[in-house]
Nanobody
Framework: QVRLVESGGGSVDAGESLKLSCALS????????MAWFRQAPGSQREAVAV???????MYSDSVKGRFIISKDNVKNTLYLQMNSLEPEDTAKYYC??????????????????????WGRGTQVTVST
């Protein structure tokens, strides 16, 4: 059974940092592309970072230079280090895995049902 369990969310002030974790079970974290998405109230779910099986990485323009996606093959965990957080980063953050999408497609998808697996999400709130 494939499970993705996010943790690490919370409430911080603008300019601070958080590190999200996504513990994966059912597959090795290295086998398929994985991504972090976020969804703010009233907005579409959007990808913020994707890492593929060769550890090539893509970021959305809104987080490039501030967020870092990584994975630990031993712990079978995906991470998102979020620095210089802004109020606009407030959202629920989701970990996702897809077995067939290219990184570019994964990055651009706005249809959650097209992605193979999702976690339940973790809330990040950034205050001014």
């Amino acid at each position: 059974q494939v499970r993705l369990v996010e943790s690490g969310g919370g409430s911080v002030d603008a300019g601070e940092s958080l590190k999200l974790s996504c513990a994966l079970s059912g597959y090795p974290v290295s086998r398929y592309s994985m991504a972090w998405f976020r969804q703010a109230p009233g907005s579409q779910r959007e990808a913020v970072a994707v890492i593929d099986t060769e550890e090539r990485i893509m970021y959305s323009d809104s987080v490039k230079g501030r967020f870092i996606i990584s994975k630990d093959n031993v712990k079978n965990t995906l991470y998102l280090q979020m620095n210089s957080l802004e109020p606009e980063d407030t959202a629920k953050y989701y970990c996702a895995l897809d077995r067939t999408m290219s990184s570019a497609t994964f990055m651009s998808t706005v249809t959650p049902s097209l992605v193979d697996y999702w976690g339940r999400g973790t809330q990040v709130t950034v205050s001014t």
